[in-house]
């Protein structure tokens, strides 16, 4: 895509997600709305109605693919049409970021990745996390070496839902529970920073609809390194990280996965030091300008969010539910 011409936007579902992803942007410098896209029309013409006259509406997918209006799609579905929704737009010649999770899968992940190699287009796991300003100075800061080696990685996701045995987050066949949705962010957290782990133990807890409502998972990595991780519909908790080293600890304050601040404790003198990091809006904004980079360089990969990285994030999530005893009717 040429520079100094504006990439233009679509996307394609409207639930929640995409409200915050188009707010959001605002904030991108060379980028905008152009359309957006429902299986109802009315949906679509709501949600286009808070972001001005000139945003397209259409009433099927298929139609905003074909209209030649957009330039990179965003997919706001639930998890599992991440698959095939992913497939449609790889196949109409257009680059994808993707909601996190990424499927349902690695059997999904795999053949989304290989369509996306095969055709030679664009295809990025939207886990905005990794593109925030609080995962760059966190990097600074485990660089630094000023917390010593890392012993322990401790982060939990929750928030009180309502059961809803039809609510997304409740469904089976909307692949709904707590793992896919909120505890992917303890557990990106904690591959970002030690890696592939060499065991990994998982426990849950299940809702009447065979979703899990906790999962509580335990890992061992090769550094010598330990890390618990939680995730709840049940309750609120504090949806911290914090990262123990043998000088000292790092806490990620609540929301960690989207948050403005960090504060490093030095063992020795126990001296805290605050750092203050940006948030613009929501916070979606780093990864659509990530994407745009990469579209304007001619890139099919994403050099932060790897398909490496998501096809072992998959990995881990699968085997996860696995030891829980959570499949979904629809893989």
Known sequence: MKNGTPIRWGILACGGIARKFADDLAFVKDGYLAAVSSRDISRAEEFASHYGPDVKCFGSYEAMLASGEIDVVYIASPHGLHHEHTLLCLNAGLPVLCEKAFAINSKQVAEMIQTARDKKIFLMEALWTRFHPSIVKLQEILASGVIGDIVHLAADFGFHAPYDAEAR????????????????????????????????????VMAPTGVDMNTSIALKYSSGATATLFST?????????????????????????????????????E?????????????????????????????????????????????????????????????
């Open 169 to 204: 987050w409740f469904n089976p066949a909307l692949t709904g529970g707590s793992l896919l949705d909120i505890g992917i962010y303890p557990l990106f957290i904690s591959k970002f920073v030690l890696g592939e782990p060499l065991e990994m133990k998982a426990t849950g």
């Open 233 to 269: 519909f049940a309750t609120k908790t504090d949806t911290t990280c914090e990262i123990h080293g043998t000088k000292g600890k790092i806490h990620m304050h609540s929301r960690f996965h989207e948050t403005k601040g960090i504060t490093v404790t030095i063992h020795e003198t």
């Open 271 to 331: 001296q805290e030091t605050f750092y203050e990091t940006e948030r613009l809006g929501w916070g979606y904004s780093y990864e659509a300008e990530a994407v745009q980079a990469d579209l304007r360089a001619g890139r099919t990969e994403n050099a932060l969010m790897t398909h490496a990285f998501s096809t072992e994030l998959m990995a881990l999530l699968d085997e996860i539910r696995s030891q829980i005893g959570l499949k979904y009717p629809n893989e």
